[in-house]
């Protein structure tokens, strides 16, 4: 299951993955709440060298079934969205609740896409023999004797 999970989320390999979830009651639906740890190899963006490090993030979403009055109204298929208020709830298929689904979701959401070692450093220095794209514009620039 790791390595499919793995390969969905965008990293090299995934080991050690741990998942404490809390499902109860809320409303119609229910409120799923939980956290995560494992840790990710991914291939670092600098160096291009594979690299591990752990990873963790926490789960909290409410889920209502459909056709429920509890779900938001949608005026014109926008849903106004705040910070300071908690996620609005997300409407249940069926009458499974998938865990693996919202692991792999809230998983995915926590890998960084620009992986980089934390000592990776960028260097570069343009070669003496490297001319410039820019070269011919400023040749055109410059004012052309007669």
Same mark, same amino acid.
């Given at each position: 299951?790791?390595?499919?999970?793995?390969?969905?989320?965008?990293?090299?390999? +995934?080991?050690?993955?741990? %998942?404490?979830?809390?499902?109860?009651?809320? +409303?119609?639906?229910?409120? !799923? =709440?939980?956290?995560?740890?494992?840790?990710?190899?991914?291939?670092?963006?600098?160096?291009?060298?594979? #690299?591990?490090?752990?990873? $963790?993030?926490?789960?909290?979403?409410?889920?209502?079934?459909?056709?429920?009055?509890?779900?938001?109204?949608?005026?014109?298929?926008?849903?106004?969205?705040?910070?300071?208020?908690?996620?609005?709830?997300?409407? +249940?298929?069926?009458? +499974?609740?998938?865990?693996? %689904?919202?692991?792999?979701?809230?998983?995915?959401?926590?890998?960084?896409? #620009?992986?980089?070692?934390?000592?990776?450093? #960028?260097?570069?220095?343009? $070669? %003496?023999?490297? !001319?410039?794209? #820019?070269?011919?514009?400023?040749?055109?620039? =410059?004012?052309?004797?007669?």
């Amino acid at each position: 299951m790791c390595s499919a999970l793995a390969r969905s989320v965008g990293v090299v390999s +995934l080991t050690g993955l741990e %998942a404490d979830f809390e499902v109860r009651p809320w +409303l119609d639906g229910c409120e !799923v =709440k939980g956290r995560f740890r494992c840790e990710v190899t991914q291939i670092c963006g600098v160096s291009l060298e594979p #690299f591990s490090q752990p990873l $963790e993030g926490d789960i909290d979403l409410r889920l209502l079934p459909q056709g429920s009055p509890n779900l938001p109204a949608a005026e014109e298929g926008e849903l106004e969205v705040s910070l300071e208020t908690p996620d609005p709830p997300e409407t +249940l298929d069926g009458d +499974l609740i998938d865990l693996d %689904a919202i692991l792999a979701e809230h998983l995915a959401l926590a890998v960084d896409p #620009f992986p980089r070692r934390p000592d990776a450093v #960028f260097s570069w220095s343009q $070669e %003496a023999g490297d !001319v410039s794209p #820019f070269a011919a514009l400023r040749n055109l620039t =410059k004012p052309t004797q007669t």
